[in-house]
């Protein structure tokens, strides 16, 4: 039964802006409860939409395109918005732990911030690395680095990427593409760019089928990409050169050193450190452990999904996808939680499909074993499946 108008009020509280948290958003937008505030704790006013943002870096999307405004949907859905770092929990007292405000209380509390690549067992890594997470540094270096180009192109620069799945093959590939359009802009020979890609395993994306590891290797090596297959960097180390500010060495445990202008950091997902103080059960690498019904496994009153939550029953793949695909049963559960009913359990698909992007507007698509070489017509179709749920969340109607 629904509480009455007498009964007191409920605080869900959301932490972080990530996929699961902006459909959950807009379903309480849509489905509102009476006698429930919502509360939305996030870094930034807008959040990233994983699956254009190599577009965006290949420069096929503007800014607005590829991010959700969280200000908006957060009006939609009669959210309170506050702009802040959460350092902690206090679960004991039910309390948001805040950088720069007053503990938010919470009744329900759901966690969605996604995750960052591991950097802490490189030397130097942390210091002069460019991690892909949190996205809006990535852009803000991004950004800087196409200014600079644009402003000196006749300047080599050699790019270093740390990491060879999906991930850091699009990211490479995307770069390139962008980078080389402003070299042929200026009329600058489009060798003046040079791309490294760095891979511990011998393989590229080594949780894909072969197909896919075989066709991303001929695209790679095609491009001139340089690959370094079954390097595990050990050290990035900053030069001293007169002709260049920024200059960084990127050994290998194998002896191999690449010096470079910038190093981005695309390895495998690790969780934000705070979680490791707050009680709430993790599995090896620090995510919160979650039942099929997306709860906490030791703090019921606790919710997690998307990179942060690790599924007991179902361990997947950080990927964007569950992401999007655990939104509708989180919102639902999370409103069963405040209503008093019994939560239902979710089953994430054991196989999903994958479009990879080429950074030329072509992609692969896999599924398990199946795979379609790079076409255009996957890229538009990835971009149909792309633009179709950004749609979700453009042209709210305004707050009533």
């Known amino acids: 039964m629904p509480p009455s108008r007498q009964s007191p009020i409920q605080h869900l509280v959301l932490v972080g802006g990530g996929h699961s948290h902006a459909i959950v958003l807009k379903m309480f937008g849509e489905q509102p409860l009476p006698n429930v505030r919502l509360t939305l704790i996030?870094?930034?006013l807008d959040t990233p939409y994983s699956g254009m943002l190599p577009g965006h870096i290949a420069g096929f999307y503007t800014h607005t395109e590829c991010h959700i405004n969280l200000q908006q949907l957060a009006n939609f859905?009669?959210?309170?918005?506050?702009?802040?770092?959460?350092?902690?929990?206090?679960?004991?007292?039910?309390?948001?732990?805040?950088?720069?405000?007053?503990d938010v209380d919470f009744d329900v509390l759901s966690v969605d911030i996604g995750s960052t690549p591991a950097t802490i067992s490189v030397s130097g890594a942390a210091q002069y690395a460019i991690a892909a997470k949190p996205v809006a540094k990535l852009l803000k270096h991004w950004d800087e680095l196409l200014h600079s180009v644009t402003k000196n192109p006749q300047q080599k620069i050699r790019?270093?990427?740390?990491?060879?799945?999906?991930?850091?093959?699009?990211?490479a590939l995307s770069m390139q593409t962008h980078l080389q359009q402003i070299l042929r802009v200026n009329q600058q020979p489009i060798q003046n760019l040079e791309i490294h890609l760095f891979q511990r395993h011998q393989e590229l994306l080594p949780h894909h089928h072969t197909s896919v590891q075989q066709q991303l290797k001929q695209i790679l090596t095609k491009r001139d990409i340089k690959l370094h297959l079954g390097e595990s960097v050990i050290e990035i180390a900053p030069l001293n050169n007169q002709l260049r500010e920024e200059l960084f060495a990127v050994r290998c445990n194998s002896g191999l050193t690449v010096e470079c202008e910038k190093v981005f950091w695309v390895t495998q997902a690790s969780a934000a450190d705070w979680l490791n103080s707050t009680g709430l059960a993790t599995d090896e690498n620090g995510f919160i452990l979650v039942e099929d019904t997306l709860q906490s496994s030791t703090h019921p009153q606790v919710f997690a999904a998307g990179d942060i939550a690790t599924m007991i029953n179902y361990p997947r793949p950080k990927a964007g996808v569950f992401a999007v695909r655990q939104g509708k049963p989180l919102f639902e559960n999370l409103q069963r939680m405040l209503l008093g009913k019994p939560l239902k359990a979710y089953k994430p698909q054991q196989q999903y499909l994958s479009l990879i992007g080429t950074g030329d507007k072509r992609a692969i698509a896999t599924k398990g074993s199946f795979t379609l070489p790079a076409h255009p017509l996957l890229w538009y179709w990835k971009d149909w499946i792309d633009r179709r749920f950004m749609k979700r969340f453009h042209n709210l109607p305004p707050e009533y």
Do not use: S
């Open 77 to 102: 859905a009669h959210t309170q918005l506050y702009i802040d770092t959460v350092i902690g929990l206090d679960l004991k007292n039910h309390q948001v732990i805040c950088a720069n405000r007053p």
């Open 159 to 171: 790019l270093a990427i740390v990491g060879g799945g999906a991930g850091g093959v699009e990211l």
């Open 42 to 44: 996030t870094p930034a």
